[in-house]
C-alpha cells in the first residue's frame, strides 16, 4: 500500500549548521503535512504542519517545504542545537482522515559538537 | 493548559490476559487517536474516536478495541494479549473534526507481554 518514507535513518550534522530531513510520499491525495520530534522515552512532539495548498511555512528555527510535483517534504532546522538531537518522522494525512496519520519511519538526529 | 495524559506509563502483562490503556485529551479537545510504536513497524494507526463515536479504524485485529466517554476521555483495550503486542501505546488529541489540524501526543503507555 501507499506509505510516508524518509530517506535517511541517521543525520549528523556539526552543532550550529543548519539541518535539512527529507521525507518522501506516495499518497497523492495526501493534503496535510505534519513533522513530529520524539525524544527517547516521551511521545511525539509536533513541530510543525502544512497544507497541500501551501508549498512553505515557516516557525521558529523551523520551515517545512512541500513539493507536491514530486512528493516531496522536507524539515529545515536553523543553528541547530544539542536539545534538536532526537527522531524526527514525517506523517501524512489524506481523505478526511479516514486512516488517521500515515507515519515515515523516522529520521535520528545526531548533534556533532 | 494540561497536555495529553496516558495511564499507566508502564504495564508488563502474560500472554493471554487483557488490558485497558487510559487517555485524557487536551481540555476541549474532542478527537482522540490511537497509534502503536514498534521498532519494526513504526507508529500505526489504531482508531480514532470523536464525540463518543470510533470514526476510522486501522488495519488491526478485532482484538484492539476502544471507547471514548462523554468528557472525551478514551480507553483502549487489547483482549488475548499476544507477545507481539509489546509496544508503546499512544493517544493523541486535536480540534478538529476532520483531523486536519495539530494532533498533539501523550507520553505513550509502555506494555511488555512475556
Known amino acids: 500500500g501507499e506509505s510516508v518514507g524518509l530517506h535517511l535513518p541517521t543525520l549528523s550534522v556539526q552543532e550550529g549548521d543548519n539541518s535539512i530531513i527529507n521525507c518522501a510520499y506516495s499518497?497523492?491525495?495526501?493534503?496535510?503535512f505534519i513533522w513530529y520530534k520524539q525524544e527517547s522515552g516521551k511521545g511525539p512532539q509536533f513541530i510543525i504542519d502544512i497544507r497541500s495548498n501551501m508549498d512553505k511555512r515557516q516557525g521558529q528555527r523551523v520551515t517545512v517545504l512541500l513539493n507536491k510535483t514530486v512528493k516531496h517534504l522536507s524539515l529545515q532546522i536553523a543553528a541547530t542545537q544539542p536539545g534538536d538531537s532526537a527522531v524526527y518522522f514525517c506523517a501524512e494525512m489524506g481523505g478526511g482522515g479516514a486512516d488517521g496519520l500515515t507515519f515515515g519511519k523516522g529520521t535520528h538526529l545526531i548533534i556533532q559538537p | 493548559k494540561a497536555g495529553v495524559t496516558q495511564t499507566p506509563r508502564y504495564l508488563i502483562k502474560t500472554r493471554g490476559q487483557q488490558v485497558t490503556l487510559s487517555c485524557s485529551p487536551i481540555?476541549?479537545?474532542?478527537?482522540v487517536s490511537w497509534y502503536q510504536q514498534t521498532p519494526g513497524q513504526g507508529l500505526q494507526f489504531l482508531f480514532e474516536y470523536f464525540s463518543e463515536t470510533q470514526r476510522n479504524k486501522g488495519n488491526f485485529p478485532g482484538r484492539f478495541s476502544g471507547r471514548q466517554f462523554s468528557n472525551s476521555r478514551s480507553e483502549m483495550n487489547v483482549s488475548t494479549l499476544e507477545l507481539g503486542d509489546s509496544a508503546l501505546y499512544l493517544c493523541?488529541?486535536?480540534?478538529?473534526?476532520?483531523?486536519?489540524?495539530?494532533?498533539?501526543f501523550g507520553q505513550g503507555t509502555r506494555l511488555t507481554v512475556v
Open positions: 499518497n497523492s491525495a495526501s493534503d496535510y
Open positions: 493523541a488529541s486535536s480540534l478538529s473534526a476532520t483531523g486536519h489540524t495539530e494532533a498533539f
Open positions: 481540555s476541549g479537545h474532542r478527537s
